[in-house]
């Protein structure tokens, strides 16, 4: 038998049955399309509202990263507020990209590009990062997946990343300040955590 797909896989198996989400925060207003087979796709997931709520604005200039965007929630949220910023929205799911692009469009946000995760350019760096990671991928292969993507945070840049207690947020923030990176708890709420995760240390 061949083994249960997940929101992380490429092309997930569910059949399609899209819904329409209404995300509703105090300054912006989004009606998205999600589906089976993507993350939280039957509402906004609370870890999402918590981090679009409380998560502070991007501290420089620059590219914005949603790291595991799912149908988009972040990613447009963040277009939404930041017009004149590029906003990458990055999945390994295929649906879920199709699914931002047509939210993006629907919404009128031309700042938002989503793509797998090679095929964002290698010279991109980014003023910010805001991810509701994919914490059962495993450990290994988040701690490689964040590795790898914090590693593209330019000078002066920040990541914000909410993960629930329960699900390991506070051993995550000392495996990260361990690997360089200074990590904070930012907010606590509902039993999740916000972490806020600086540039890696010279």
């Given at each position: 038998?061949?083994?249960?797909?997940?929101?992380?896989?490429?092309?997930?198996?569910?059949?399609?049955?899209?819904?329409?989400?209404?995300?509703?925060?105090?300054?912006?207003?989004?009606?998205?399309?999600?589906?089976?087979?993507?993350?939280?796709?039957?509402?906004?997931?609370?870890?999402?509202?918590?981090?679009?709520?409380?998560?502070?604005?991007?501290?420089?200039?620059?590219?914005?990263?949603?790291?595991?965007?799912?149908?988009?929630?972040?990613?447009?949220?963040?277009?939404?507020?930041?017009?004149?910023?590029?906003?990458?929205?990055?999945?390994?799911?295929?649906?879920?990209l199709a699914?931002?692009?047509?939210?993006?469009?629907?919404?009128?946000?031309?700042?938002?590009?989503?793509?797998?995760?090679?095929?964002?350019?290698?010279?991109?760096?980014?003023?910010?990062?805001?991810?509701?990671?994919?914490?059962?991928?495993?450990?290994?292969?988040?701690?490689?997946?964040?590795?790898?993507?914090?590693?593209?945070?330019?000078?002066?840049?920040?990541?914000?990343?909410?993960?629930?207690?329960?699900?390991?947020?506070?051993?995550?923030?000392?495996?990260?300040?361990?690997?360089?990176?200074?990590?904070?708890?930012?907010?606590?709420?509902?039993g999740y955590?916000?972490?806020?995760?600086?540039?890696?240390?010279?």
């Amino acid at each position: 038998m061949a083994p249960a797909q997940h929101y992380f896989s490429e092309q997930p198996d569910p059949p399609s049955a899209p819904r329409t989400i209404r995300v509703r925060l105090p300054d912006v207003e989004l009606d998205l399309v999600a589906d089976a087979g993507v993350f939280s796709g039957r509402q906004l997931d609370t870890g999402t509202r918590i981090l679009l709520k409380h998560a502070p604005p991007p501290p420089v200039e620059g590219d914005l990263l949603d790291l595991g965007c799912g149908y988009g929630p972040i990613a447009l949220t963040l277009a939404r507020r930041n017009p004149a910023r590029q906003v990458w929205a990055v999945d390994v799911n295929e649906r879920a990209l199709a699914l931002v692009e047509r939210n993006a469009a629907a919404a009128g946000l031309s700042n938002v590009t989503a793509c797998l995760p090679d095929q964002l350019p290698d010279p991109v760096r980014f003023a910010a990062i805001y991810s509701n990671p994919p914490i059962r991928i495993g450990k290994p292969a988040l701690h490689a997946l964040l590795l790898r993507w914090l590693a593209r945070l330019a000078q002066d840049g920040a990541a914000w990343l909410v993960v629930q207690r329960n699900l390991g947020s506070d051993s995550l923030a000392r495996w990260l300040a361990e690997q360089g990176y200074p990590t904070r708890r930012l907010h606590s709420e509902r039993g999740y955590r916000i972490l806020a995760v600086d540039p890696r240390e010279p």
